[in-house]
Every structure is written in C-alpha cells, then in structure tokens.
Nanobody, 122 residues
Framework: QVQLVETGGGLVQVGGSLRVSCAGS????????MGWFRQILGKEREFVAA????????YYDDSVKGRFTISADSAKNTLYLQMDNLKPEDTATYYC???????????????WGQGTQVTVYL
C-alpha cells in the first residue's frame, strides 16, 4: 500500500515562493508517474503538474506554466512542487498523487495524499 504525505504548505504573500513536498512510502516513486493536483474551496480538484516515472518528462497546466516546477528525488522517494510568483488564485489545498492513468481528457491517480493548504495573500 502506497502512502503519500504532503508537507510545506502555508501562508505566502503575492509574488512570493513556496515549496511543497510529498514523501512516499510503500513503493518506489520510480515505478509511477507522479503529480500534483489542487482543490479550491467549492470547486472540483484540478490537475497542476506531473512528472513521468523516468523523470524525463514534465507536464503543467497552463495556469502554472512558467511559475511552478515539479521534480522528484527517487533516492528520497520524495516529490516536490516549487511554486514561484504566487497569485491569490493559487490559494488551494494541494494534493500529491501517484500512479497516474492518462486518457485524452483525464488524468486519474490511484493514490492520493491528504493535502496541504497553500494560502496566498495580498
């Protein structure tokens, strides 16, 4: 059973930076595509970024492209999301996700973390 635990959320001012981390146990990250999703209060959970199991390919939603960077350290079994130039609309609960299944229109994880709150204030 894979367990994912996010850390690193918090309060940050507009234009600031924050890095959230996801520590995995129970299986190696190198076996799965991994990603980050977020959920704004009252809205559906949405895709943010993903990294392939090999670490060679990354994918971003257009809303974060150029501002967020996803990376994985397979030796530490840890996934990261570096968030720069944060905006108020980035305020959400951020979820780590593992073993992504891709279709033409959806990305569906098998495993979820419990989430970490990121709040961007003016």
């Amino acid at each position: 059973q894979v367990q994912l635990v996010e850390t690193g959320g918090g309060l940050v001012q507009v234009g600031g930076s924050l890095r959230v981390s996801c520590a995995g146990s129970g299986s190696s990250f190198s076996a799965y595509d991994m990603g980050w999703f977020r959920q704004i209060l009252g809205k559906e959970r949405e895709f943010v970024a993903a990294v392939s199991w090999s670490g060679s390919d990354t994918y971003y939603d257009d809303s974060v492209k150029g501002r967020f960077t996803i990376s994985a350290d397979s030796a530490k079994n840890t996934l990261y999301l570096q968030m720069d130039n944060l905006k108020p609309e980035d305020t959400a609960t951020y979820y780590c996700a593992g073993n992504l299944t891709w279709t033409d229109s959806t990305i569906t994880p098998t495993y979820w973390g419990q989430g970490t709150q990121v709040t961007v204030y003016l």
